[in-house]
């Protein structure tokens, strides 16, 4: 009688052990989805960071290329007009 009783002792702390165990299973892929959520949102942040840099670093080299070209077509000008200067002397 005390080995059924022992026995069925050690299968409820085992149930209870398996059960606590589910539990802390349970909390800790909640922890690990959360953990995951931020650094996904973070990597997400840092990547709209870059992407916009580039594209401010698009944009300005955009500017400084018309700006080269409209100073190029201001050349142009100047030495054709320097050019019928010459020409006429």
Same mark, same amino acid.
């Given at each position: 009688?005390?080995?059924?009783?022992?026995?069925?002792?050690? $299968? *409820?702390?085992?149930?209870?052990?398996?059960? @606590?165990?589910?539990?802390?299973? /349970? %909390?800790?892929?909640? #922890?690990?989805?959360?953990?995951? $959520? *931020?650094?996904?949102?973070?990597?997400?942040? @840092?990547?709209?960071?870059?992407? /916009? %840099?580039?594209?401010? #670093?698009?944009?300005?080299?955009? $500017?400084?290329?018309?700006?080269?070209?409209?100073?190029?077509?201001?050349?142009?000008?100047?030495?054709?007009?320097?050019?019928?200067?010459?020409?006429?002397?």
């Amino acid at each position: 009688m005390v080995e059924v009783s022992e026995s069925v002792g050690i $299968r *409820r702390k085992r149930a209870s052990y398996e059960e @606590e165990l589910g539990e802390q299973v /349970k %909390l800790l892929q909640a #922890e690990l989805k959360i953990e995951l $959520r *931020r650094s996904l949102e973070h990597q997400l942040a @840092e990547e709209k960071t870059m992407r /916009k %840099l580039a594209e401010e #670093e698009r944009d300005s080299m955009g $500017r400084d290329l018309m700006k080269t070209m409209d100073d190029l077509e201001s050349l142009k000008a100047i030495n054709q007009d320097n050019t019928l200067q010459v020409e006429k002397a």
